[in-house]
């Protein structure tokens, strides 16, 4: 079973940055491919971006590639979402998601967070 916390979220203008991070608990914390997932409001949870167990790979979607960036601490058993460049369609809850197998667009993650809100102003 794993557990995961967010935390990091807030109210930034745009053009801003931010970084989420993510505590895990937990049998095998390092064995487990992990991501983001985000949820605008009236709109479906999307995937953000992945990474793998070892830190070696990442993927992330079309609209935020080259401004946010993943990255996972294994001695601190967490994962950071580096947010750059931010802009207001940016605004959603994030969530921390864990899987058994790789993180990717179009699944549903096994773990999820409680999500920690992210707001972009104009």
């Known amino acids: 079973q794993v557990q995961l916390a967010e935390s990091g979220g807030g109210l930034v203008q745009a053009g801003g940055s931010l970084r989420l991070s993510c505590e895990a608990s937990g049998r095998a914390f390092t064995t487990y491919p992990m991501g983001w997932f985000r949820q605008a409001p009236g709109k479906e949870r999307e995937f953000v971006g992945a990474i793998n167990w070892s830190g070696s790979n990442t993927d992330y979607a079309d609209d935020v590639k080259g401004r946010f960036t993943i990255s996972r601490e294994a001695a601190k058993n967490t994962v950071y979402l580096q947010m750059t460049s931010l802009k207001p369609e940016d605004t959603a809850v994030y969530y921390c998601?864990?899987?058994?197998?790789?993180?990717?667009?179009?699944?549903?993650?096994?773990?999820w967070g409680q999500g920690t809100q992210v707001t972009v102003s104009s």
């Open positions: 998601v864990a899987d058994l197998g790789p993180v990717v667009a179009g699944t549903w993650p096994r773990y």
